[in-house]
């Protein structure tokens, strides 16, 4: 089934470590973006991907980096994480170009820093 | 600060009943609006969208209106059916174009439909 793949499910992870989420989708969609959601907040968009190649910053990029090496993937990094980035990560992708393609969004990432 | 609202965190409506949810947002740049459903564990999924030339968009059981001079717009279930509670979030888009996925989210409304 085509779609958007995230790993791992969730994660507990203990701050200061370093952290990659992973993001693989196979629509062949030239943009991707991350998101989190936080109780009460709605989702809020960390990166984004326009296409392969590059990358640029959400509402808030603080904290994280991202890469677009190819088509299919869109990993983000948290390089030292800290309890503030407890959330739940949501990878998207969406078809850019004249027409407004709306995101597909894969099933999330829960992360707990401790 | 927030630039699309969600005033109703939830919402419970009986079966076969209409329901209505409802979004507000700030920016007068937003030139496209959307609706996305979010079941537990599960990614949002996409519902229904409006452009801001139409003040209606019409798609089975879901109506989304936009009314752009008080900046608002709702979302109409009719009937009402158990399997559609879920979380609902409005969201916006301010650059068409190259950045179209860069969309501002309310922080959502809890449907509840019960029988």
């Known amino acids: 089934i085509a779609g958007i793949t995230q790993a791992p499910t969730s994660q507990i992870l203990a701050a200061g470590r370093r952290m990659t989420l992973r993001c693989t989708q196979d629509?062949?969609?030239?943009?991707m973006y991350w998101y989190r959601q936080d109780l009460g907040l709605g989702l809020r968009l960390i990166h984004y991907?326009?296409?392969?190649?590059?990358?640029g910053k959400g509402e808030v990029p603080d904290g994280y980096s991202v890469s677009r090496a190819n088509t299919d993937d869109f990993p983000l990094t948290l390089a030292s994480a800290v309890p503030s980035q407890t959330s739940v990560y949501f990878c998207?992708?969406?078809?850019?170009?004249?027409?407004?393609?709306?995101?597909?969004f894969g099933n999330g990432t829960r992360l707990t820093v401790t | 600060d927030q630039q699309v609202k969600q005033n109703s965190p939830s919402l419970s409506v009986q079966e076969g009943r209409i329901s209505i949810l409802n979004c507000d947002y700030t920016?007068?740049?937003?030139?496209?609006f959307l609706w996305y459903k979010k079941y537990p564990a599960e990614g949002p999924t996409f519902l229904i969208s409006?452009?801001?030339?139409?003040d209606k968009n019409e798609d089975g059981r879901f109506t989304v209106f936009l009314n752009k001079s008080a900046k608002h717009l709702s979302l109409h279930i009719v009937p009402s059916q158990p399997g559609d509670s879920a979380v609902y979030f409005c969201?916006?888009?301010?650059?068409?174009?190259?950045?179209?996925?860069?969309?501002?989210f309310g922080r959502g409304t809890q449907l509840t439909v019960w029988p």
């Open positions: 998207a992708s969406s078809q850019s170009g004249t027409e407004m393609s709306p995101l597909h």
């Open positions: 629509m062949r969609h030239n943009a």
């Open positions: 991907s326009n296409t392969a190649g590059t990358t």
């Open positions: 920016n007068s740049m937003f030139d496209y």
């Open positions: 409006i452009s801001s030339i139409k």
């Open positions: 969201a916006a888009n301010v650059d068409r174009g190259s950045t179209l996925g860069r969309l501002y």
